[in-house]
């Protein structure tokens, strides 16, 4: 059987630590990456205590070279595993926010740096392998903002609508070599960032939507994991709300 192997971004928390999981249950090595090494070793541990196979790997993603680093890492443990890095989920990301007036330069770089650059370098490094094998599935992971403008999320926004963007790009350049690329758009979702930065906001803006409540990480995780399956191998391009029903209202 060919055990597939993949890199999950920000993965010592929230979204991205549901997913580490869901794909480790699915079967699949994981790669755990995030700048925290206590808690990346504490979802490797979860992982391996569950029967799967997790390797972390320390990387802050503020830069070109600590996406192509983290990619080759990533690849090297694929490789010695007798595999190939077949998934990425680019989920890692700053979610900063406040007046575009009050907006201090060095955060704006930091917030495009990570939920931009890191992803593209990241797929630029990755998806070349991929599309030489002849098959690969990347995630984005965007957000509700990037569609719908709320106040003080510009700058968290726009990266992410630029991510969809990217999205639909490497779709198109990837997708005849077979390697399929997709985002991820949650609504309001329980993390430990959500809570921290939008309290009872959170709650409120889940209220906004059809369904009404707020989404645990692991809700945005099944979807990831279905998008990188073989049971979505028809769907690629595409930027999959996961809101409750937010953008219908």
Do not use: C
């Not at 059987?1 to 869901?22: E, F, Q, R, W, Y």
């Not at 205590?49 to 993603?61: C, K, M, P, R, V």
């Not at 803006?205 to 073989?230: C, M, N, R, T, W």
């Amino acid at each position: 059987m060919n055990i597939k192997t993949a890199l999950v971004t920000g993965s010592t928390s929230g979204i991205g630590h549901a997913t580490a999981l869901k794909l480790a249950q699915d079967g699949a090595r994981v790669v755990v990456s995030g700048r925290d090494a206590r808690r990346g070793g504490e979802v490797v541990e979860q992982i391996r205590a569950g029967g799967g196979t997790a390797h972390f790997i320390a990387a802050d993603l503020s830069d070109a070279q600590s996406a192509a680093e983290l990619a080759a890492r990533a690849t090297e443990f694929a490789e010695s595993a007798g595999g190939s890095l077949d998934i990425l989920v680019n989920n890692a990301a700053i979610g900063a926010g406040g007046p575009t007036a009050g907006t201090e330069e060095s955060t704006f770089d930091a917030v495009l740096s990570t939920n931009l650059k890191a992803p593209f370098f990241l797929v630029a490094s990755l998806a070349p392998a991929m599309a030489a094998r002849g098959s690969g599935a990347i995630v984005n992971v965007s957000t509700l903002a990037a569609a719908r403008a709320l106040p003080g999320l510009a700058v968290y926004g726009a990266s992410k609508a630029a991510l969809d963007l990217l999205t639909k790009s490497w779709a198109a350049e990837f997708g005849p070599a077979g390697v399929r690329v997709n985002s991820v758009s949650p609504g309001p979702t329980r993390t430990p960032g959500s809570e921290a930065g939008l309290g009872e906001g959170l709650r409120q803006l889940a209220e906004q939507a059809p369904l009404g409540f707020v989404a645990d990480p692991e809700d945005i995780a099944a979807v990831i994991a279905f998008l990188v399956s073989d049971e979505a191998r028809f769907v690629t391009g595409t930027v999959l709300d996961v809101d409750g029903g937010r953008t219908v209202v």
